[in-house]
């Protein structure tokens, strides 16, 4: 059973900076994720396609500037696309989504309100594009009940169907129980989407793969609506240590929000809940009393500090001699 990455920072993630993203952000964030290999990535203001005209979110950039900035990254291998309110649909906002080159466009509402939804979902069909489903307040129905409405919804024609904890208040027994029904009803691939209120996120999107969901939504350091969803570098890195999600370049992931995202964000006053560094060592096992000397190491070699953190530790964890710290380091040259 695999499992595949859906990153969600540039839709969910704008809500902590009102309804969407800068373009310089934007750009910096498609670079980012592009570079490192995340396979779907969902963009554009916090409310989808069509809500800067449809619902006043013009906090935001317009729907063309962010289509316009998606256009150079279209050639990376990621598939790229917007959220859609199934409440706001037009036909004109997915024929905008299709000649941008846009691959999906994913339909939201809350569970239980599937009819509203098979109108714009046979629009992008008709389009030729991926239609993508939230089942939003999923918890709103039993699961019995919500795969029921997943049945509906593939019949629709639809491609994926996402669980999203709305409000994070599931537990991880909810979470698999939700995931493991939806699986069992439907053919097409179940994503879960969870946000970190209780903080069980992880938790519960392990429990969501261990039931067969084939997609995990995530954000970048965590950013989404209210209390974040599962940061997408934490994502990646548990999933690595289960054998997936191994076409992601995670180190170049933590680089690029050490580098460049984490300062951009500090003028909104974000500030990443689990820190890169902080990340390396629940992946490899390092202790955090061995960190002045691997930064030491590090920086007099040039070499990456969580590349050398996670080789070392594969070799002791307990207490990593200097003359191995060094031989490592001149290795990863």
């Given at each position: 059973?695999?499992?595949?990455?859906?990153?969600?920072?540039?839709?969910d993630?704008?809500?902590?900076?009102?309804?969407?993203?800068s373009?310089e952000?934007?750009?910096?964030?498609?670079?980012?994720?592009?570079?490192?290999?995340?396979?779907?990535?969902e963009?554009?203001?916090a409310?989808?396609?069509g809500?800067?005209?449809?619902?006043?979110?013009t906090?935001?950039?317009?729907?063309?500037?962010?289509?316009?900035?998606?256009?150079?990254?279209?050639?990376?291998?990621?598939?790229?696309?917007?959220?859609l309110?199934?409440?706001r649909?037009?036909?004109?906002?997915v024929?905008?989504?299709?000649?941008?080159?846009?691959?999906?466009?994913?339909?939201g509402?809350?569970?239980?309100?599937?009819?509203?939804?098979?109108?714009?979902i046979?629009?992008?069909?008709?389009?030729?594009?991926?239609a993508?489903?939230s089942l939003?307040?999923?918890?709103?129905?039993?699961?019995?009940?919500?795969?029921e409405e997943g049945?509906?919804?593939?019949?629709a024609g639809?491609?994926?169907i996402?669980?999203?904890d709305?409000?994070?208040?599931?537990l991880?027994?909810?979470?698999?129980?939700?995931?493991?029904?939806?699986v069992?009803?439907v053919?097409?691939?179940?994503a879960?989407?969870?946000?970190n209120?209780?903080?069980?996120?992880?938790a519960?999107?392990?429990a969501?793969?261990?039931?067969?969901?084939?997609i995990?939504?995530?954000?970048?350091?965590?950013?989404?609506?209210s209390?974040g969803n599962?940061?997408?570098e934490?994502?990646?890195?548990?999933?690595?240590?289960?054998?997936?999600?191994?076409?992601?370049d995670?180190?170049?992931?933590l680089?690029?929000?050490?580098?460049?995202?984490q300062?951009?964000m500090?003028?909104?006053?974000?500030?990443?809940?689990?820190s890169?560094?902080?990340?390396?060592?629940?992946l490899?096992?390092?202790?955090s009393?061995?960190?002045?000397?691997?930064?030491a190491?590090?920086?007099?070699?040039?070499v990456?500090?969580?590349?050398?953190?996670?080789?070392?530790?594969?070799?002791?964890?307990?207490?990593?001699?200097?003359?191995?710290?060094?031989?490592?380091?001149?290795?990863?040259?």
């Amino acid at each position: 059973m695999s499992v595949i990455l859906m990153d969600c920072t540039l839709r969910d993630g704008a809500n902590v900076v009102g309804k969407g993203f800068s373009a310089e952000l934007t750009d910096m964030m498609l670079d980012g994720l592009t570079a490192c290999g995340v396979p779907i990535i969902e963009l554009g203001n916090a409310g989808g396609i069509g809500a800067y005209e449809v619902a006043g979110f013009t906090d935001a950039e317009t729907d063309q500037t962010y289509l316009e900035i998606a256009k150079k990254y279209l050639n990376r291998g990621s598939q790229l696309g917007m959220f859609l309110n199934a409440k706001r649909y037009q036909e004109k906002s997915v024929a905008l989504a299709k000649k941008n080159g846009l691959s999906f466009l994913r339909v939201g509402a809350d569970a239980g309100d599937a009819d509203v939804a098979l109108q714009p979902i046979q629009g992008i069909k008709k389009y030729g594009m991926k239609a993508f489903y939230s089942l939003m307040k999923a918890y709103l129905l039993t699961p019995h009940e919500l795969a029921e409405e997943g049945k509906k919804l593939e019949a629709a024609g639809l491609d994926e169907i996402t669980i999203m904890d709305s409000a994070g208040t599931m537990l991880p027994s909810q979470a698999a129980a939700y995931t493991r029904e939806l699986v069992n009803a439907v053919s097409i691939p179940v994503a879960f989407h969870g946000h970190n209120n209780l903080g069980l996120s992880a938790a519960n999107a392990i429990a969501a793969y261990e039931n067969g969901a084939s997609i995990l939504d995530c954000g970048l350091m965590g950013m989404a609506r209210s209390a974040g969803n599962l940061a997408t570098e934490l994502c990646v890195a548990i999933m690595q240590r289960l054998g997936q999600m191994q076409e992601i370049d995670l180190y170049e992931m933590l680089d690029f929000i050490d580098q460049r995202l984490q300062p951009a964000m500090e003028t909104h006053h974000y500030h990443n809940p689990v820190s890169p560094l902080d990340l390396t060592l629940g992946l490899t096992g390092c202790h955090s009393s061995f960190v002045k000397k691997f930064k030491a190491v590090a920086a007099e070699k040039r070499v990456n500090l969580y590349r050398l953190i996670t080789e070392v530790s594969a070799i002791d964890q307990k207490a990593p001699a200097d003359a191995v710290i060094a031989r490592i380091a001149d290795s990863l040259q």
